[in-house]
């Protein structure tokens, strides 16, 4: 890509940019292989800041780590809720008996 259009996908907002890396992803073996192999979040954030600098979007970690569907790709990874209430409970655990008959 040449700098003009490097620097014009740089000031795409944050969520057009990572839909675009979304959309790079389909398809893409080797980086989706290297995100399976990931052992937590932080290295599918470093793997996916790689993607991201390759393509010239210059999105940040925190982007990464704070955007759907990344965010939640990452939580997933790490097993960790997005949402916590009370004790430190998922919010799934605290909910108890809701939604059941």
Do not use: F
Not at 34 to 56: F, I, N
Not at 60 to 72: G, N
């Amino acid at each position: 890509m040449g700098d003009t259009a490097s620097s014009e996908l740089r000031q795409l907002p944050v969520g057009q940019k990572i839909k675009l890396l979304v959309k790079a992803l389909d398809g893409a073996q080797r980086t989706n292989e290297a995100l399976a192999q990931c052992s937590d979040g932080e290295a599918m954030l470093d793997v996916l800041l790689e993607a991201s600098a390759k393509l010239g979007l210059g999105l940040s970690r925190r982007e990464l780590a704070d955007t759907p569907p990344i965010r939640d790709w990452v939580w997933w990874k790490n097993k960790q809720a997005l949402l916590t209430i009370g004790d430190n409970k998922p919010r799934y655990q605290q909910d108890g008996g809701q939604g059941r008959s």
